[in-house]
C-alpha cells in the first residue's frame, strides 16, 4: 500500500506540474535566505557547503519523509571537547534512523545565547516522533555559563563528553592552530610561564581545556553524572561500535550501528563509515582531522604528563571511569 501510494504521488508530480504550466503562471516565490555562517574556532565549524546541506541531507526518500515532523529543541547535546573525536562521534551517530543532527555547530549556549531559544530550534533539524534531535559544539564544556543555560532549557538534556589524552589532545589543538597560523611560536615556548622553572601556562587554551575535572565540577552543579556520558576518544578509534554501542544506549536507542558499518582507513589512522548517511559510498572524515602531529621535546611531553596527572586521577574518580591516560 505504501509503495501504491509513493507511485501515485510522483505520478502526480509530474502531470500536475503540467497542469500549473497551463493554467495562470504562480507568482515567483523567493528562496528562504540561509542562516549566516557562525563564528567559531578554525577547522571545527562545518563549510558554507556542509551547512547548506546540513541537516537535511540525505536520500530522495529521506528528504521526502523529512519534508513533516516539526522541529524541537536538542534532548541530547555533545558538549565536548575541543580536538577529542565529536565530529567522528556526530557523524557516525547520523547513521542511526532515530537521530536527527545539525551538521554545523550553533554556538548557542557560549556565543549566540542573546539570539533566543526560539532562533536555536530552529536551526535544527525536523524529527518525527520517536527521533532526537542532537547538536555538538565542543566549547560547551569550557564555557562557564554553558551548565546553567542548558539546565534552563531542560533539565532533562542528556549530555555527552568525549575526552582524550589531555597531553595529545593539547599538541591536537596547537597542530590545528599551526596548519592556519604557521609562524606561531613553538608548543614548547607557549607551554611553559617559565621553561626554566617548569611552570606550566594554563592561560594557554590548549592546556586549559584538558583540566577535565576542573570544568566536571561546573557541571555537576547543575546536572547528575549519570546524565554524562563519556566518551573515550581513544576507543572510538580503537573500537568505534563498541562506544557507539554505549552511545546509543545511552540515549534509549535501538543497538543498530555496529561493527558492520565500519572500517579502518590505515591512511588517515581512524576508522571511516562504510556508508555514510543518505548515501551508498564509504566516508571518511575531512583533510582537516587526523593531520600529523609536530614533533615535541619529550621532556615537554613528560613535564605535561606529570602536570595533568593529579587532574587525571580527580576525573577517573569523578566519572568512575579509568581512561587509561598514565
Not at 529521506?62 to 565529536?86: C, D, H, M, Y
Not at 551538521?103 to 549556549?109: I, R, T
Not at 594557554?204 to 546524565?227: C, D, R, T, V
Request: glycine residues 8%.
Amino acid at each position: 500500500m505504501l509503495f501504491l501510494w509513493l507511485y501515485m504521488f510522483y505520478s502526480c508530480a509530474g502531470s500536475c506540474a503540467g497542469l500549473a504550466a497551463r493554467g495562470s503562471p504562480a507568482p515567483p516565490r523567493a528562496a528562504p535566505p540561509l542562516p549566516p555562517l557562525l563564528p567559531g574556532e578554525p577547522g571545527e565549524e562545518s563549510s558554507l557547503e556542509e551547512q547548506r546541506a546540513a541537516p537535511d541531507a540525505g536520500s530522495p526518500m529521506s528528504s521526502f519523509f523529512n519534508g513533516s515532523g516539526n522541529k524541537r529543541l536538542p534532548q541530547a547535546i555533545i558538549i565536548g571537547v575541543k580536538k577529542g573525536g565529536t565530529r567522528a562521534l556526530l557523524e557516525f551517530l547520523r547513521v542511526h534512523p532515530d537521530v536527527r543532527a545539525v551538521g554545523a555547530e550553533p554556538h548557542f549556549f557560549d556565543r549566540n545565547y542573546e539570539r533566543g531559544l526560539a532562533w536555536y530550534r530552529d536551526l535544527m533539524p525536523k524529527t518525527l516522533e520517536g527521533q532526537i534531535t542532537m547538536e555538538k559544539t565542543p566549547s560547551y564544556f569550557v564555557t562557564k555559563e554553558a551548565p546553567a543555560r542548558i539546565s534552563s532549557m531542560s533539565k532533562a538534556t542528556k549530555l555527552i563528553v568525549v575526552v582524550r589524552d589531555p597531553v595529545t589532545r593539547a599538541i591536537s589543538d596547537y597542530t590545528q592552530t599551526l596548519s592556519k597560523k604557521p609562524d606561531i611560536p613553538t608548543f614548547e615556548s607557549l607551554t611553559f610561564k617559565n621553561r626554566t622553572t617548569g611552570l606550566i601556562d594554563t592561560s594557554w587554551s590548549a592546556i586549559q581545556i584538558g583540566i577535565y575535572a576542573k570544568h566536571l565540577e561546573n557541571w555537576l552543579l547543575y546536572f547528575p553524572i549519570g546524565q554524562i556520558l563519556f566518551v573515550s576518544g581513544e576507543r572510538l578509534i580503537s573500537d568505534p561500535a563498541g562506544e557507539l554501542g554505549r552511545v546509543q544506549d545511552f540515549l534509549g536507542l535501538k543497538r543498530i550501528i555496529t561493527d558492520k558499518h565500519f572500517y579502518f582507513n590505515k591512511t588517515k589512522g581512524f576508522p571511516c563509515l562504510k556508508k555514510a548517511e543518505g548515501s551508498s559510498k564509504p566516508h571518511c572524515l575531512g583533510k582537516t582531522k587526523g593531520r600529523t602531529h609536530p614533533n615535541i621535546d619529550q621532556e615537554v611531553v613528560q613535564r605535561l604528563r606529570d602536570f595533568y596527572r593529579p587532574f587525571n586521577m580527580k576525573f577517573y574518580q569523578m566519572t568512575g571511569q579509568d581512561f587509561g591516560w598514565d
